[in-house]
């Protein structure tokens, strides 16, 4: 989302957040078919495993390496002082460029859930989605990696935006201060859950992962599809259903409990 042309509190509307959301759907799947591409590269996850490394007194995974250096050279450029960015890495070092003048919309907060998404990414997706082997195209794999580690990021840690939103909303306000205050995680689950939303989502995502996993016959004539996809649309559908939805939650329900603090 471009918070910086926009009137903050146009950027804090729950339509509008949706729609980010939503387009954040084909920025995942599409980065979920690059990566489908290519073995699981067991290699690219084993420590250690690379001479550059190690010689460097690095002894972490080829991907650790690659995701570090990308963040540190998109931190120069100030990835991560936008407010809807979060690193995997760190530390990093400051922009080379000026900071920008982002409207103050969230609560400040530390809530970073990558490890989590780093965790089940590598533990159920990859195994999941790709050919099992090693077809030695461990570049391109890290690549791939980083871009739906990224994407996946982004959409999960926007909960933030979506949880002050719903906070902010006068007719909930109220029952929102109460469960804060009393430290009632479930029920604060339940008040910001919308279930028409998780299903319609769920669908929505089915429908896509079919249409985008297609090639498209270039005879304008001949309409029909292929048959073989490029992605496993169940793999898309559990991933939001056990990740992505939940952790969304999660970042939603860490930033409601801290709202209140000073
Ligand atoms: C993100 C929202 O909050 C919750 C989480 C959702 C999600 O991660 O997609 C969907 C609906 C809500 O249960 C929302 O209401 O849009």
């Known amino acids: 989302m471009n918070f910086i042309s926009g009137k903050p509190e146009d950027s804090i509307s729950l339509p509008k957040l949706r729609n980010t959301l939503i387009r954040l759907e084909d920025t995942i799947i599409f980065a979920l078919i690059e ?3 290519f073995s699981v590269n067991d290699n690219v996850y084993k420590p250690g495993m690379y001479k550059y490394e190690q ?3 690095f002894d972490g995974t080829f991907l650790e390496y690659f995701l570090s250096e990308v963040e540190k050279v998109h931190a120069k450029v100030r990835r991560y002082q936008s407010p809807d960015e979060y690193p995997f890495t760190g530390p990093l070092p400051e922009p080379i460029i000026p900071p920008l ?5 969230l609560k400040h907060n530390n809530i970073n859930v990558n490890d989590k998404i780093m965790k089940f ?3 159920d997706i990859v195994p999941s989605l790709c050919m099992p082997g090693d077809d030695q195209n461990y570049g391109s794999t890290a690549t791939r990696d980083v871009e739906c580690l990224q994407a996946l990021s ?4 926007y909960g933030k ?4 939103a719903k906070f902010l909303d006068p007719k909930l306000q109220p029952k929102y201060i109460e469960y804060i205050k009393n430290r009632d995680v479930g029920a604060i689950e339940e008040l910001l859950t919308d279930k028409l939303v998780e299903e319609a989502l769920l669908k929505r995502l089915r429908r896509k992962a079919l249409i985008y996993g297609q090639d498209i016959e270039e005879n304008l004539n001949n ?6 996809l490029k992605i496993n649309v169940d793999i898309v559908v559990e991933l939001y259903e056990k990740c992505v939805i939940p ?3 999660e970042v939603e329900i860490e930033y409601l409990l801290a709202r209140l603090d000073e």
Do not use: C, D
């Not at 003048?101 to 919309?105: F, L, S, T, V």
């Not at 982004?154 to 840690?157: A, E, G, L, T």
């Open 161 to 164: 935006f979506v949880a002050e």
């Open 101 to 105: 003048n982002y409207p103050q919309i």
């Open 223 to 228: 309409l029909q599809t292929t048959k073989q």
């Open 247 to 249: 952790l969304t939650k």
């Open 154 to 157: 982004q959409r999960i840690h």
């Open 121 to 123: 990414y590598l533990e």
């Open 35 to 37: 990566r489908a591409q």
């Open 55 to 57: 010689s460097n007194g």
